[in-house]
């Protein structure tokens, strides 16, 4: 079955550490897309890939960086600059073109202490 | 940027009837999704609308869309304990990546 892998779905760190999360998808979607997901809010968008070896910063990129060197892949780390990094984070993807959608994993709740 | 609003909370008898309500502002959204997530998981594509129609129905789901008022709606039909979730009302421009804006989210409980 296709779908969208997160790893792993549970991951703590120690305040000051980088920590990389991982999504693969075997959907052969050429978008993929990084969401956080904080208690009483929507989803807001950290990056986003069109393409291989193309990025772009979404709404709230400080303190995040992505890699997209193969379309199956597109790992976010979580680095120390990055103020409040305790979230649930959710990958998604998509085809391009008009009708859509976005396909999520089951996302990574990521707690930073 | 697009704003997209949701009542927070909506709880409902088994066997009743659902309506779930958004607004939005961004009147070029070329679909509008709606998605369910359940407690720890991912969001799931439930259905979604094209913005030059004004009503959708898939077995259960019924989704009505007034585009004068930008307005947005989800009825769920004889509610089932199993459709307990949050529910995310999503405008989206489409073109080479989805530009989609989320909205808070509605949590439904059914009461059995």
């Known amino acids: 079955d296709g779908g969208i892998t997160q790893s792993p779905k549970y991951l703590f760190r120690k305040e000051g550490q980088n920590v990389t999360l991982s999504c693969e998808q075997n959907?052969?979607?050429?978008?993929m897309y990084w969401y956080r997901q904080d208690p009483g809010q929507g989803l807001r968008l950290i990056y986003y890939?069109?393409?291989?070896?193309?990025?772009q910063k979404g709404d709230i990129a400080e303190g995040y960086s992505v890699s997209r060197e193969k379309k199956e892949s597109f790992p976010l780390t979580v680095t120390s600059a990055q103020k409040n990094p305790t979230a649930f984070y959710l990958c998604a993807s998509s085809p391009t073109g008009l009708e859509s959608p976005l396909h999520f994993g089951n996302g990574t709740r990521l707690t930073v202490t | 940027g697009e704003d997209v609003e949701q009542s927070l909370f909506l709880s409902v008898r088994e066997g009743d009837s659902s309506v779930i309500n958004c607004t939005y502002t961004?009147?070029?959204?070329?679909?509008l999704y709606w998605y369910k997530q359940e407690p720890g998981a991912g969001l799931q594509l439930l259905t979604y609308?094209?913005?030059?129609?004004d009503m959708k129905q898939d077995q259960r789901l019924t989704v009505l869309l007034n585009k004068k008022d930008k307005h947005l709606s989800l009825r769920i039909a004889d509610t089932q304990t199993g459709d307990s979730a949050i529910y995310f009302c999503?405008?989206?421009?489409?073109?080479?990546?989805?530009?989609?804006?989320f909205g808070i989210g509605t949590k439904l409980q059914v009461i059995p």
């Open positions: 961004d009147s070029s959204s070329t679909y």
């Open positions: 959907l052969n979607h050429d978008a």
């Open positions: 890939s069109q393409i291989v070896n193309d990025f």
């Open positions: 999503a405008p989206a421009e489409t073109g080479g990546y989805q530009k989609v804006t």
């Open positions: 609308i094209f913005s030059n129609m």
